[in-house]
């Protein structure tokens, strides 16, 4: 104990802080894998400054975002570092919520960072979080079953692709099933899935004068498409399937090809999780008629509510936890495969990445081509790919991904669940007073 | 009068046939906290596996347990005091001294306890902020205290009116003042009673979730923020889930089971008849 | 608090009101103040998200709440949902009470086991029966039926409000079974003997002598399971989250869906203001209806 405060002093002394005493940082994060390891390694943060300590919030990702949200928006003080994604950090700038990372020190090395990625984390120029890793869409496939069937992925495939590959090796006698995709109802679940989908089939949520467009033919062709193959092909309960759900499934070797996050790549890789280690293909999202706006974009990310009572030290922590080396130190610890991906260039310029990453350059080619700010092939007045930038989306997405859930369920017609997704999105909208000003 | 044979084993069927059932669901999440994560998700299920303790020391090594443990206890046992010091006097003169409306009385109280949380949780945030009560063991303890108040109050109320008034009447005529009365008179003969509503309280209070995990960030949280911490992580989750449930319910559960003869006992005295 | 004279009271006339005064102000407190604000919010455009919005709106909340399309559907799913339980519970309960009255070898460890649920947290049990049970794939249910030879049931998407009763009944069967338990054992075993002398026998038995001793702690048991199901949330948000569609949404889950989750405050207090005056007039029945019950 002695030693630490005597050790803590010197620091103090050394680096001339007038700080006189500990400095205590409440982290608020998500309990992913990556943030778990985060939490682990952090006790080295926090030998090198014995000013700082850190206490961690861990919580799951809907109760973290409730718990945040009512702190930032109240001005609560509570937390000091906020684990937040995409949705959150342009709309929490914009209201002055968030300290924005100016000044960067340039051992940083911002450039560094995908600039698509920084987009999504911006607003109005100013960058609001520090990506803790990104993540894009991308289709994995069991080779064995393929190759069993003698059958291909193309490297760019098209939904159609995926319906007739997955017919081959659909084979549920034997437990296997031909297609997995998210069908649990949630903003941040099947809504964020079916979103770039219905995309690249033409269909947008909105038009410019925020007219809601649900019930455009280009929606119903995307929907009874999905549907569709999760009813041919889909495993039992696909309605209730989450990304969890999904990643065991496909980990356990149940699924034939799965559609879902970039990051699910490395879990696949890990033989703690995964009983299919070899056996994984890897190809670009899959595309309806056009490829724009076909794959979502992600980051978790680190910011600071401008409530926090350290920011410096707070930002100290982030560069920390976002940078170089710190990938450096997972990759030392864990091996190259399971650091956390998609935010800095230089890690893919890296060659034992790629040596232990076969899925690396699908990830960062997906990741760079997303473009937050023009996800659609008509234009949108809002931002966002996999969902719609504004606060009222997280009711309009959950009621609308409950509509389609109940698609996928079968207790619904797709014409008759947009009918009442285009009621709730446009009446959210109105009685919201979009457009703005 | 002894029972036929065939009809003591059809109790006994009977009785152990319900309580497995009921039972079950714990028993389950009880084995798979034992197993390793591929085993947990097996078909067909595993009933015979080798257990292992790592989820354990995996949910132990993330978390510190005995914080949240002991935010439990205090918590719910401080709400339970406090309940008890504000209610029984309340059910005492609803009890003894009802006024025309002790009833209407009643019934609002009750009625207080069903306001949806969800309905006013910014209300409640901003009062809890601006009296500078987040995140504090304090504030949950007033909070349970007000949320478990109205039962509380109406089940200490059926005990008292259980008293034979006789027997309050005497130790009038005998000169004892109403507080005397209160202490050395009422409080022991409805004890059981008392002891019951304490230990409903305590049980409602652990496991309250809505309240404790929006109010409170690292210095208060109980063990249901703890559970918050475990539900639906990437990957595989099952067996490392069902550690941390056990580790959540495990105390309350055996001082359940330990106190429910006393819980029985005094439901018997009161509400209960 | 007005006192008079009546024959209950005991003593002389001390004054109720220091005695009363904390918990009623504290309780005040906690319904006023809370209540205020959220009238007060309920009547404004306040977004915690948005801070274009502000302003007097009038009832212009409520009327956004009352044109939900989803509304009556919520309140209809609520009344099945706090029904079916208590159905169930009662009736499952006094299954599980009658059981363990009698006599049988481990009688105390079976009473152990049957009430167990009752102390698990709603998280907890929704997460042990979603997960570990009711899962399509993985669940227990699921291999049983498989080798059954009969199509796996996907409880959650084809029987939503069902499952999650399922899950809510198994919480409170056990106060039931724990209540009715404690209300048997007081049965006067001579009053029974002698009907049985009589020639009543089983069922009869039952219906004539123990279903009326019951009455009085089937309906403790209703109303304070009321209560505590009118506001049921953990259980759907872990396992369905109201889906699907609108299958299991009820009202406490419909002000969460339309109002939390954008921290629209004025929404959210709107819904507020309309559930608190539904569990008040609820209330008033629910005891009305059986204080007659009560007065015993």
Redesign the interface.
């Known amino acids: 104990m002695k030693s630490v405060v005597l050790g803590g002093l010197a620091a103090m002394l050394l680096c001339g802080s007038a700080l006189a005493q500990t400095t205590t940082l409440t982290v608020a994060t998500v309990n992913n894998n990556d943030m778990v390891v985060m939490q682990r390694l952090s006790k080295q943060f926090e030998e090198q400054n014995p000013d700082i300590k850190l206490n961690w919030v861990v919580l799951e990702e809907n109760t973290l975002r409730q718990r945040l949200t009512t702190d930032i928006s109240t001005n609560g003080g509570q937390y000091d570092i906020m684990t937040i994604g995409m949705f959150e950090a342009p709309m929490w700038g914009e209201r002055g919520w968030l300290v924005p990372f100016e000044n960067v020190p340039a051992e940083y090395e911002l450039d560094d960072v995908l600039q698509s990625v920084r987009d999504g984390l911006s607003f109005d120029g100013k960058l609001f979080a520090l990506p803790f890793y990104a993540e894009s869409q991308m289709t994995f496939y069991r080779k064995d079953l393929l190759e069993a069937k003698g059958v291909t992925m193309p490297e760019r495939p098209t939904w159609k692709d995926i319906g007739d590959v997955g017919a081959k090796i659909h084979d549920p006698s034997n437990g296997v099933y031909g297609v997995c995709l998210r069908g649990k109802p949630g903003w941040g679940e099947n809504v964020g899935q079916i979103t770039p989908a219905a995309n690249s089939y033409g269909a947008r949520w909105f038009d410019e004068q925020w007219k809601a467009q649900l019930d455009t033919p280009q929606w119903k062709e995307a929907l009874a498409m999905y549907v569709d193959l999760l009813n041919k092909y889909g495993p039992p309960g696909a309605s209730s399937n989450g990304y969890n759900e999904n990643l065991a499934l496909f980990a356990s070797g149940k699924c034939g090809i799965w559609v879902d996050a970039t990051v699910s790549a490395g879990f696949l890789a890990d033989p703690d999780q995964s009983t299919v280690i070899d056996k994984v293909g890897y190809a670009y999202p899959p595309y309806g008629k056009f490829d724009k706006g076909n794959h979502y974009l992600w980051a978790w990310s680190l910011a600071v509510p401008v409530s926090s009572k350290s920011p410096e030290a707070a930002n100290k922590f982030i560069y920390w936890a976002t940078s170089k080396d710190y990938i450096d130190l997972v990759a030392e610890e864990t091996g190259w495969a399971t650091v956390p991906p998609g935010t800095r260039r230089s890690t893919y310029a890296n060659a034992e990445y790629i040596e232990a990453a076969p899925f690396a350059k699908i990830t960062m080619d997906t990741i760079q081509s997303a473009d937050v700010n023009g996800p659609t092939q008509e234009p949108v007045p809002y931002r966002g790919i996999g969902f719609v930038g504004i606060p009222e989306f997280q009711s309009i997405g959950t009621a609308v991904g409950q509509e389609f859930g109940a698609v996928i369920a079968g207790q619904k017609s797709v014409d008759d669940a947009l009918k009442a997704s285009q009621a709730i999105a446009q009446r959210a909208v109105d009685e919201a007073g979009y457009p703005k000003k | 009068m002894e029972r036929p044979l065939t009809q003591r084993i059809f109790a006994a069927v009977a009785g152990w046939g319900l309580a497995i059932i009921m039972f079950f669901p714990i028993l389950w999440m009880a084995m798979t906290a034992f197993k390793r994560e591929p085993e947990a998700i097996a078909s067909p299920p595993l009933i015979f596996f080798e257990p292992t303790l790592r989820n354990f020391e995996q949910v132990l090594d993330r978390a510190d347990y005995l914080h949240f443990f002991f935010n439990s206890v205090i918590v719910s046992v401080g709400s339970t005091l406090l309940g008890l010091a504000v209610g029984l006097p309340a059910a005492y003169a609803l009890a003894f001294h009802p006024g025309k409306r002790a009833k209407d009385l009643l019934v609002w109280m009750l009625s207080t306890k069903m306001m949806p949380a969800v309905g006013v949780l910014v209300p409640i945030y901003l009062m809890f902020k601006s009296a500078g009560l987040l995140d504090s063991r304090i504030g949950l303890v007033v909070l349970y205290m007000l949320v478990n108040l109205p039962i509380i109050i109406w089940m200490l109320f059926t005990f008292f009116r259980e008293v034979p008034r006789e027997i309050l009447e005497a130790a009038r005529l005998d000169g004892a003042r109403p507080l005397r009365q209160f202490i050395h008179l009422l409080i022991p003969l409805t004890a059981p009673g008392i002891a019951s509503t304490a230990l409903l309280s305590i049980i409602l209070a652990w496991n309250e979730a809505f309240w404790s995990i929006n109010l409170t960030v690292s210095n208060a949280t109980p063990l249901t923020a703890f559970i918050a911490s475990f539900s639906s992580p990437q990957g595989l989750f099952w067996a490392k889930l069902s550690a941390a449930s056990l580790l959540a319910i495990g105390p309350i559960l055996v001082f359940g089971w330990i106190t429910q003869r006393q819980l029985v006992r005094g439901l018997t005295f009161g509400a209960v008849k | 608090?007005?006192?008079?004279a009546?024959t209950?009271?005991?003593?002389?006339?001390?004054s109720?009101r220091?005695?009363?005064a904390?918990?009623?102000i504290?309780?005040l407190i906690?319904?006023i103040?809370?209540l205020a604000?959220?009238l007060w919010?309920s009547m404004q455009r306040y977004?915690?998200?948005?801070?274009?919005?502000g302003g007097f709106v009038g009832f212009r909340n409520y009327v956004?709440l009352f044109t939900d399309?989803n509304l009556f559907n919520a309140l209809a799913n609520t009344i099945f949902l706090v029904a079916g339980v208590l159905v169930a519970s009662v009736v499952i309960g006094l299954?599980?009470a009658v059981?363990?009255d009698?006599?049988?070898?481990?009688?105390g460890?079976?009473?152990?086991?049957?009430?167990?649920?009752?102390?698990?947290?709603?998280?907890?049990?929704a997460?042990?029966?979603k997960?570990?049970?009711m899962?399509?794939?993985?669940g227990?249910f699921?291999?049983i039926s498989r080798?059954l030879g009969l199509p796996?049931v996907?409880w959650?998407?084809?029987w939503p409000l069902f499952s999650v009763g399922v899950i809510v009944a198994?919480q409170w069967?056990?106060f039931a079974t724990?209540?009715l338990?404690?209300?048997l054992?007081?049965l006067d075993r001579d009053q029974v003997?002698a009907a049985r002398m009589d020639g009543a026998k089983g069922l009869r038995l039952f219906r004539f002598i123990t279903l009326p001793h019951l009455a009085?702690?089937i309906t403790?048991v209703v109303?304070?399971e009321t209560?505590f199901l009118?506001?049921v949330?953990?259980e759907i948000f872990?396992t369905?989250?109201?889906?699907?569609?609108?299958?299991s949404?009820t009202?406490?889950f419909l002000?969460?869906?339309?109002?939390?989750?954008?921290?629209?405050?004025g929404w959210?207090?709107a819904?507020?203001?309309i559930?608190?005056i539904l569990?008040?007039i609820?209330?008033?029945f629910l005891?009305r209806t059986i204080?007659h019950n009560?007065d015993r």
């Open positions: 608090m007005q006192r008079n009546s209950d009271s005991i003593g002389p006339m001390i109720t220091p005695l009363l904390p918990s009623v504290l309780l906690w319904m103040v809370p604000l959220t919010f977004s915690l998200l948005d801070a274009s919005a956004f399309p299954a599980c059981a363990l009698q006599q049988f070898p481990g009688r460890i079976a009473r152990l086991l049957c009430i167990a649920p009752f102390f698990v947290m709603p998280t907890v049990s997460l042990i029966w997960n570990l049970l899962h399509p794939v993985n227990l699921a291999y080798t796996v996907d959650f998407a084809q198994w069967i056990p724990l209540i338990l404690t209300s054992q007081s003997e009085r702690s403790i109303m304070i209560i009118l506001s949330f953990a872990v369905t989250a109201g889906g699907p569609g609108n299958a949404t009202l406490p002000i969460y869906k339309v109002a939390l989750l954008d921290y629209n405050v959210a207090s819904g507020g203001v559930a608190i569990a008040n609820v209330a008033y005891v204080s009560l």
